[in-house]
């Protein structure tokens, strides 16, 4: 059994505080990739259409012997088929061996098209039909969740952002709390450019830890949900041994000092 804590989202299920992300992971690597991440012990896939490897997940799902029940998958709909959701949510479902999802996101709001209003009017039908347990956005700022509450009535239960020690998004991650929306953190060590730091390395240092170790130990116990993503097994592994230790109240501050307002990926208002 899996020793990662989870987290009760508000619409009272539970979720994996720390997943395997597979972002830019091919088709082809992703069956071994998550065959070894499920042997460690992650039960939290991440994917999405885009990345164009649901069928590799799936099959290594399929061969897993894990039961359906004790797996967290997640997927997204890409921007150009908001108004398709149903039919990228069927496909993903397809390649991805499964009657269902645990989360289904809305990967972008790609606000220039003006669709995500109606795409979540949609999942929330999805959702009420049993296609997906749950469901989320990716990458909205204030103004696009506060449209979804304005305009439906409802936010949703994740708000999957770039988040990591120099991009902390303080204002947005405050604004999901008081209204129970959970983050999760992609990119969370930054596209390895915050392992350089100084306070983090030492932090690492004096706890017998790598930096990516006390990065993703930040994350866990200031509340989000993180699913870090690598094709090599002993890095998995690292990724997956930060259960055991615990940062201090002065460690936890010396990495928020990190911050710089350092966006990696594009910006939502534009994107």
């Not at 395997?20 to 088709?27: P, V």
């Not at 088929?81 to 149903?86: K, W």
């Not at 049993?130 to 509450?149: D, E, K, M, W």
């Not at 991009?167 to 983050?183: N, P, R, V, W």
Request: with cysteine; hydrophobic share 40%; aromatic share 6%.
């Amino acid at each position: 059994m899996s020793n990662v804590p989870t987290i009760t989202l508000r619409d009272d299920t539970t979720i994996p505080q720390l997943g395997f992300g597979t972002w830019k992971i091919t088709d082809d690597e992703a069956q071994a990739s998550v065959e070894q991440a499920l042997a460690i012990g992650y039960r939290h896939i991440d994917t999405a259409a885009l990345y164009a490897n649901e069928a590799g997940i799936g099959k290594a799902l399929a061969g897993s012997g894990i039961a359906r029940q004790d797996l967290y998958l997640t997927t997204k709909v890409w921007n150009d088929r908001q108004l398709e959701a149903r039919a990228s949510l069927e496909e993903s479902l397809a390649k991805l061996g499964t009657d269902h999802v645990d989360l289904f996101l809305i990967h972008w709001p790609h606000p220039s098209a003006d669709t995500y209003v109606q795409c979540w009017r949609d999942m929330v039908a999805l959702r009420e039909e049993g296609l997906a347990t749950s469901i989320g956005v990716c990458n909205f700022n204030v103004p696009h969740l506060q449209r979804l509450l304005d305009e439906v009535g409802e936010v949703p239960v994740v708000n999957q952002v770039e988040l990591h020690p120099s991009f902390t998004q303080k204002d947005l991650e405050s604004y999901g709390t008081g209204h129970g929306i959970a983050t999760e953190a992609w990119a969370p060590i930054g596209r390895g450019a915050d392992l350089a730091d100084e306070g983090i390395r030492s932090i690492a240092d004096q706890l017998g830890r790598t930096p990516a170790q006390v990065i993703l130990r930040w994350h866990l116990q200031q509340g989000r949900i993180v699913f870090p993503k690598s094709v090599r097994e002993e890095r998995i592994r690292e990724n997956f041994d930060v259960l055991d230790f615990e940062l201090t109240a002065d460690d936890l501050a010396r990495v928020d000092a990190v911050d710089a307002g350092n966006r990696l990926g594009p910006d939502p208002d534009t994107m």
